[in-house]
C-alpha cells in the first residue's frame, strides 16, 4: 500500500529556529504538493511542483518559507527564521501527474513554535 | 479572490440516517471536484472525486452530484455508520494554463449510534 511519508510526526520549536519538514512522495509521482492547515485558515496551498521543477510557490511567505526537491524521492520545506504564526499542521501531497489531479495526502507535520 | 463556501459547517445524524453536504465554488475555469475525508491525526484522504464532463457519481454509500451552471456540487452519505465521523473537505481544481485548488471549510459530521 503505497503512502506519502513526511517526518517529523510533530515539531516543537522556539521562535526564530529553523525548521526543515520533509515529505517522500509515493514512487512514480510526479508531482508534490505542500498544504498548511490552521483552524482560522484552513488547508492552504503553499507550493507545487513537477518533475522535481517548482511550479507555483506564491502560497508561500518568501521571506521565510522555502520549497525544495533535490530528489525525486524526497521534497522539503523549510522555515527560516520560524515565527509563532507558522504554527500549523504542514501536509505533504503527490500525485501521479496535473491532468489526473487526484493527491495524496501525508499524515502531516505538526508544527509548533513557542 | 476565488473561493469555496461549504455547508453546513457541522452535521450530527443518527446511525443509518443520510447526510448531505453541499459546496459552492467561483471559479468558472474549475473542472476537478474532489472530496476529501479526514480523521483525527491523520491526512486528507480521498473519498471520491468528479470531473466537469459529468453530473453525478456514485461509489457505494457515497455519490456526489455536480451543477455547472449553478456552480454547485454536493456530497450524500447514505445509511451512515459511527465509523463516517470525520471532517469532510470539498475542494474545486481549475486546471487551465496552470493548476490551482481550493478547500472548503470543512465540514464535522457526527455519527451517533
Known amino acids: 500500500d503505497a503512502r506519502v511519508t513526511q517526518t517529523p510526526r510533530h515539531k516543537v520549536t522556539e521562535m526564530g529556529q529553523e525548521v526543515t519538514m520533509r515529505c517522500q512522495p509515493i514512487?512514480?509521482?510526479?508531482?508534490v504538493f505542500w498544504y498548511r492547515q490552521t483552524m482560522m485558515q484552513g488547508l492552504e496551498l503553499l507550493a507545487y511542483f513537477r518533475n522535481r521543477a517548482p511550479l507555483d510557490d506564491s502560497g508561500m511567505p518568501k521571506d521565510r518559507f522555502s520549497a525544495e526537491m533535490p530528489d525525486a524521492t524526497l521534497a522539503t520545506l523549510k522555515i527560516q527564521p520560524s515565527e509563532p504564526r507558522d504554527s500549523a499542521v504542514y501536509f505533504c501531497?503527490?500525485?501521479?501527474?496535473?491532468?489526473?489531479?487526484?493527491?495524496?495526502f501525508g499524515p502531516g507535520t505538526r508544527l509548533t513554535v513557542l | 479572490g476565488e473561493n469555496v463556501e461549504q455547508h453546513p459547517s457541522t452535521l450530527s445524524v443518527q446511525e443509518g440516517d443520510s447526510a448531505v453536504i453541499k459546496c459552492t465554488y467561483s471559479?468558472?475555469?474549475?473542472?476537478?471536484f474532489p472530496w476529501y475525508k479526514q480523521e483525527l491525526g491523520k491526512g486528507p484522504q480521498l473519498i471520491i472525486d468528479?470531473?466537469?464532463?459529468?453530473g453525478e457519481k456514485k461509489d457505494q454509500r457515497i455519490a456526489v452530484t455536480l451543477n455547472k451552471t449553478a456552480k454547485h456540487f454536493s456530497l450524500h452519505i447514505t445509511e451512515t455508520q459511527p465509523e463516517d465521523s470525520a471532517v469532510y473537505f470539498c475542494a474545486a481544481t481549475a486546471n487551465t494554463g496552470g493548476f490551482k485548488t481550493i478547500f472548503g471549510a470543512g465540514t464535522r459530521l457526527f455519527v451517533k449510534a
Open positions: 514512487l512514480g509521482h510526479n508531482t
Open positions: 501531497a503527490s500525485g501521479r501527474d496535473l491532468k489526473t489531479d487526484t493527491q495524496y
Open positions: 471559479d468558472s475555469a474549475s473542472n476537478y
Open positions: 468528479i470531473r466537469s464532463n459529468v
